[in-house]
């Protein structure tokens, strides 16, 4: 792929580091304020990330895996989350080579629809199954997922970023 003028060449994502931001977000996740409605998911943020920069590495079995461990915690319909998760993941490594061409905040812009559809779809189920309607403040989770992609891309990628190295006579 061609890198966009100005960009930096990423050094490869470790292993270990994707798996280290996939539990902390899990652990998030966990924590009692994720039932609170309005509550950004950072978990779906987080695999969404990963989703776009690193298509091969975090897929699809990962994304139901952990949508079904947020089920069992959540004590929801089992599949909710992992159905949300799996789409938002196969969108997400869909559109991956041309989202990468966009800066955080057109990022966050263009992944802003997949997040709403996300928080619906999961909606959609708990009321398909007999839940209440939790009200309004649902829509805040979506659009403060866009807000933190920008921070989210700037936090996830810092370990990839290439020092600078003044050295005239290497091309990159």
């Given at each position: 792929?061609?890198?966009?003028?100005?960009?930096?060449?990423l050094?490869?994502a470790?292993?270990?580091f994707?798996?280290?931001?996939?539990?902390?977000a899990?652990?998030?996740?966990l924590?009692?304020t994720?039932s609170?409605?309005?509550?950004?998911?950072?978990l779906?943020?987080?695999?969404?990330f990963?989703?776009?920069?690193q298509?091969?590495?975090?897929g699809?079995?990962?994304?139901?895996?952990?949508?079904?461990?947020?089920d069992?915690?959540?004590?929801?319909?089992?599949g909710?989350?992992?159905?949300?998760?799996?789409?938002?993941?196969?969108?997400?490594?869909?559109?991956?080579r041309?989202?990468?061409?966009?800066?955080?905040?057109?990022?966050?812009?263009q992944?802003?629809?997949l997040?709403v559809m996300?928080?619906g779809?999961?909606?959609?189920?708990?009321?398909v199954?007999?839940?209440m309607?939790?009200?309004?403040w649902?829509?805040?989770a979506?659009?403060l997922?866009g807000?933190?992609?920008?921070?989210a891309?700037?936090?996830?990628?810092?370990?990839?970023?290439?020092?600078?190295?003044?050295d005239?006579e290497?091309?990159?």
């Amino acid at each position: 792929m061609i890198m966009p003028r100005g960009e930096q060449l990423l050094l490869p994502a470790s292993p270990w580091f994707i798996a280290l931001s996939i539990l902390c977000a899990l652990l998030l996740n966990l924590l009692p304020t994720g039932s609170w409605v309005g509550m950004p998911d950072m978990l779906l943020l987080v695999l969404a990330f990963w989703g776009v920069h690193q298509p091969r590495r975090v897929g699809l079995v990962w994304a139901f895996a952990l949508g079904l461990s947020m089920d069992v915690q959540h004590t929801a319909l089992l599949g909710q989350h992992a159905l949300a998760y799996v789409l938002v993941m196969y969108v997400a490594q869909h559109n991956s080579r041309r989202l990468l061409w966009f800066s955080g905040w057109y990022q966050a812009v263009q992944m802003l629809p997949l997040f709403v559809m996300a928080h619906g779809l999961q909606l959609l189920t708990r009321l398909v199954a007999g839940d209440m309607f939790p009200g309004l403040w649902l829509a805040l989770a979506p659009l403060l997922e866009g807000l933190l992609w920008p921070l989210a891309v700037a936090l996830l990628l810092a370990p990839q970023r290439r020092a600078p190295v003044s050295d005239d006579e290497r091309p990159l």
